[in-house]
């Protein structure tokens, strides 16, 4: 019992001598070894929260217990994110964790950096970590080097929210849908409408390539006439789809529905995007009264 007090004392002193060494900052830091997992949480027009899981490895003999992390993110010079956490996570002591970083992005910043690169990013995170190991806290600078797939998982996020017809009938709303143009073999067909953006990011409408049916008869194709751009959440503004009609090939008998029958028309096709950089599909049709001129 002796000996063991005595050999407890003196682990102490040591540690207690070696905590006020700047080199013993660095024996005991817990050595960074690369992200596991990525989980985005939240994407807005400010911030992009993101949860980074990374793998370390405490190559120290006793339990490292981080406290707490304030860090900048990097890209450069440029200060692109932080991760400000109070974790009370425990790393064993000569083995590796992983540990989950709660990290927010710059949106601006950092969309301009996943233009520019491929889906791996450079990043330096660059700050404190508060530790303690026994009775003893120190803060203990860090400044590592991190490469994360970040562009992969921002995409699987947008997709998984966006990729349905009920995402896009909050976009799209339409106004009218005229038949105009009338030819003896071919016709046109314009549709108005307003898109509005629900998003807290700005979003690029680049194109509607669809195929539209007129009284359930196949009658040509088309698209959106001029790409448009929305910057705030909740703005909206006009646009127009313009399809091209076959009248023999699409409709038998067009000309002659023109004078007597309603006409319906139906488009069906895909709406594509640009959030945050990156082009995504949303599946949309819409269908309605044409109105003749």
Do not use: C
């Amino acid at each position: 019992m002796r000996r063991f007090i005595i050999s407890s004392l003196i682990l102490i002193i040591v540690l207690f001598v070696g905590w006020t060494s700047l080199n013993f900052s660095e024996f005991i830091k817990p050595k960074l070894l690369g992200v596991t997992n990525i989980e985005v949480i939240e994407i807005n027009k400010d911030t992009v929260s993101i949860n980074v899981e990374v793998s370390l490895i405490n190559n120290f003999f006793l339990n490292v217990e981080i406290n707490e992390i304030k860090v900048n993110i990097f890209s450069g010079e440029d200060t692109i994110g932080a991760v400000n956490s109070v974790l009370k996570t425990s790393l064993p002591g000569n083995d590796t964790s992983k540990l989950n970083l709660p990290a927010d992005f710059n949106t601006a910043r950092l969309a301009k950096l996943l233009e520019e690169n491929t889906d791996s990013i450079k990043i330096k995170l660059k700050g404190l970590i508060d530790v303690k190991i026994l009775f003893f806290n120190k803060d203990i600078e860090i400044d590592e080097d991190l490469n994360i797939a970040l562009k992969s998982s921002l995409l699987k996020a947008i997709e998984k929210v966006n990729n349905n017809e009920e995402t896009a009938q909050q976009i799209i709303e339409i106004k009218s849908a005229k038949l105009i143009d009338v030819g003896l073999k071919n016709s046109k067909v314009l549709i108005e409408f307003t898109l509005k953006n629900p998003y807290n990011v700005p979003i690029t409408l680049i194109s509607y390539p669809a195929d539209i049916y007129i009284n359930d008869n196949y009658a040509g194709k088309g698209n959106l006439k001029k790409e448009i751009v929305l910057q705030e959440i909740g703005e909206i503004t006009n646009g127009e789809f313009e399809f091209e009609v076959e009248n023999i090939r699409g409709i038998k008998s067009l000309i002659r529905t023109i004078f007597t029958t309603k006409m319906t028309y139906k488009t069906i096709g895909d709406l594509h995007l640009t959030v945050l950089g990156y082009k995504i599909k949303i599946p949309y049709s819409n269908s309605g009264e044409l109105i003749k001129l």
